[in-house]
């Protein structure tokens, strides 16, 4: 194929792009695709959406919301006008000019990157699209993904990256509950296979979105540059937690520490203890680094430490629990414990990776009675049975032993909460400028 040939493949595609003829699909309708899609589509993009979960397919095309970040409104609108529809029929993928694939990338027991979901939808792609189809990756992975595991699957296709088809990386930023930054307004890094690759992707994304849009020399840059945004935050953060744990053996209020250094305005940023570490990103994607440093015979010792401190907080919870529970003459076997929160974070329904979860399970194995209260998430499974959570109300808080706040929701009573508790134990520094005797800190 002839240099002309690639360009003209490039160019128009897009133009397509551009007068917004083009057909975009979404892979994936969870908390990265479906707000993904709705922008698309509110940018006079046709918007298809793939998902193999029939659910959720079925709620997209009634025009239900299920992810917070999207605008319900927004989504019903879409669907009625015809602009944005789903489908778990990936045939349709023929149909589609540029597809975002945004699948989970989980890790399995030993901490190593499944990419089940990643190389399913790779050969779902490869099996219907058409040539001049732009492919792009936002699936948070390990460096080499797109180039080592996407391009070779697409390229079974017959077609040929970079001539036939166009592949890129361009890492997901969604931050549940941010009311500053959302899909929309965040910048979006794009690293292509190509410098045809970059340019399609990018003039994607820049017809969609109003934040900037940053292209980088390769897919493996873009790669790894989320990896270092979120092992930046998960190195940080262990250290607020280890320093939350030496405080507390030494008597100091680790919260006023971080206010006194937070004064100085440079060489400092405020980051916060708490419970552990949740959702998809943060206490996830360090560990694909650390797996595909061992292909170099490399050790990320500072990596591997941080996420050893964060996973440990579960357990000083728990510790910090029968401590308080002590002051007042009781165990923790046999108490009676409300927890407020199960979110991973404040103000979201998503308890994925919440490091609640390991504090319940923790709380039952020491023989514990414990009653969730969250009014962003009305079930959650542990260990594979789903529970039910409760409305918070005055008795419930009176019949408790111990109250942990370990997700500080807007919606709690904390006034209430004061009130009517026996024992706080306050993970989140909720009642910061309060001067209590019945709340305790991490």
Known sequence: MTTQTITNTAE??????????????????????????????????????????????????????????????????????????????????????ALAICVPTPLDVYKQPNMEYVQNSAKAIAKHMTKG????????????????????????????????????????????????????????????????????????YRSVLEGDVHEVSSPAVAEMEKLLENTFRNINIALANEMAILCNKMGIDVWEVIDAAATKPYGFMAFYPGPGLGGHCIPIDPWYLTWKAREYNYHTKLIETAGEINDSMPEFVIQRCMEILNEQG?????????????????????????PVLPILEKMTQAGAR????????????LKGKLYQTARLTEELLEQADLTVIATNHSLFDYEMIMKKSQAI??????????????????
């Open 330 to 354: 009781k165990a923790l076997k046999d108490a009676n414990v409300v927890v407020l929160g199960v979110a991973y974070k404040k103000d979201i329904d998503d308890y994925r990776e919440s």
């Open 12 to 97: 128009q595609l897009i133009a397509k792009l551009k007068n917004k003829t083009a057909i975009v699909g979404v892979v994936g309708l969870g908390y990265v695709g479906l707000p993904l899609a709705v922008e698309k589509a509110k940018a006079g993009y046709q918007v298809i959406g793939f998902d193999v979960q029939q659910e959720k397919v079925r709620k997209v095309n009634r025009g239900e919301n299920y992810i917070g970040d999207v605008v319900a409104a927004d989504l019903e609108e879409l669907v009625q006008s015809d602009q944005l529809k789903a489908t778990a029929d990936y045939s349709f993928i023929g149909d589609v000019d």
């Open 133 to 204: 189809t732009l492919v792009v990756l936002e699936s948070t992975t390990y460096p080499g993904t797109t180039e080592e595991l996407i391009k070779p699957i697409l390229e079974e296709s017959g077609l040929v990256c970079g001539q036939d088809f166009f592949l890129a990386y361009s890492p997901e930023r969604v931050d549940p509950g941010n009311k500053d930054f959302n899909t929309k307004n965040t910048p979006k890094v794009v690293g292509g296979m190509t410098d045809a690759c970059t340019q399609v992707a990018a003039t994607m």
């Open 425 to 442: 134990f306050d993970t989140r520094n909720t009642y910061r400028n309060k001067e209590q005797s019945k709340y305790l800190k991490l």
């Open 370 to 381: 414990w009653t969730v209260a969250d009014p962003h998430v009305q079930e959650f499974k």
